[in-house]
């Protein structure tokens, strides 16, 4: 059974950084891809980046370009979301999420971590 585990959210100020981790499990995704999606309050759910778990071809929102890097640590089968110079646009709950490379949908997600960003 394919499980999602994020961590590492909390309350940051402007400008700081956090960075969120995804341990994933319950099977092999090295022909998988691993997303992260945030959604804001009263906003729908939004991508944010991506990479294949097997490196690179990773993918980024315009939004958190330069700011945000996705990475993954193969020994670890954790995913990780390092976010700097943070903003309280980006105020949402973070969700983790993997989807085969040959499939359209992103199937497996975990249960999201919420960020808070004051100003």
């Known amino acids: 059974q394919v499980q999602l585990v994020e961590s590492g959210g909390g309350l940051v100020q402007a400008g700081g950084s956090l960075r969120l981790s995804c341990a994933a499990s319950?099977?092999?995704?090295?022909?998988?891809?691993m997303g992260w999606f945030r959604q804001a309050p009263g906003k729908e759910r939004e991508f944010v980046a991506s990479m294949k778990w097997s490196g690179g071809d990773t993918l980024y929102a315009d939004s958190v370009k330069g700011r945000f890097t996705i990475s993954r640590d193969n020994a670890e089968n954790t995913v990780y979301l390092q976010m700097n110079s943070l903003t309280p646009e980006d105020t949402a709950v973070y969700y983790c999420a993997a989807r085969a490379i040959l499939s359209g949908r992103y199937n497996y997600w975990g249960q999201g971590t919420q960020v808070t960003v004051s100003s």
């Open positions: 319950g099977r092999t995704f090295s022909n998988y891809r």
